[in-house]
């Protein structure tokens, strides 16, 4: 079956331009997560979505960033003003969440970002 | 202090040989555990789950010691294959926010 996809695969801007990535869950999956990785950093959580309940913005790390979820089905995430720090993989996951109980994460192919 | 940790390695280690890692956790509350695997420029999958009372996937055993808050990843007989970045994961349990947390990763070589 079709797993978690993005787009696009690659992503060259300049700094100060404005940069949507979009990532295409697996159908059914409640859960949304978006992380970061940075080279040769580990995953750095950026925003969580779970079915109808508000989004856990905890870990975007500045008001440039900002993500939504239409529809309980497909997200975009959105960097505003991009610096060059933001250069990194942006991978997006989903799991069928039933709660308190963990379910496997899927992870997408992510995004590398490279702002010049 | 960061929820996990674990040595980033590298391991380079040769065909045949048996490695570990080691991973230790903040959250004495952390309810599940998990290995992820990541190999070079492509994206994490989960590769086992880690019980309390230990458990083996043909080569890879993986331990949990909830009193000493760490999780341990064993392979054995190590193939080129293994070549990857070995995540540790702990999920939290509660529900509603982020209660998912990743390691750096342990990077691992086996050399031929």
Known sequence: ?116 | RKEVEQDPGPFNVPEGATVAFNCTYSNSASQSFFWYRQDCRKEPKLLMSVYSSGNEDGRFTAQLNRASQYISLLIRDSKLSDSATYLCVVYGGETGANNLFFGTGTRLTVIP
């Open chain 1, 1 to 116: 079956g079709a797993g978690v996809s993005q787009s696009p695969s690659n992503k060259v801007t300049e700094k100060g331009k404005d940069v949507e990535l979009r990532c295409d869950p697996i159908s059914g999956h409640t859960a949304l997560y978006w992380y970061r990785q940075s080279l040769g950093q580990g995953l750095e959580f950026l925003i969580y979505f779970q079915g109808n309940s508000a989004p856990d913005k905890s870990g975007l790390p500045s008001d440039r960033f900002s993500a939504e979820r239409t529809g309980g089905s497909v997200s975009t995430l959105t960097i505003q003003r991009t610096q060059q720090e933001d250069s990194a993989v942006y991978l997006c996951a989903s799991s069928s969440d039933s709660g308190s109980t963990y379910n496997e994460q899927f992870f997408g192919p992510g995004t590398r970002l490279t702002v010049l």
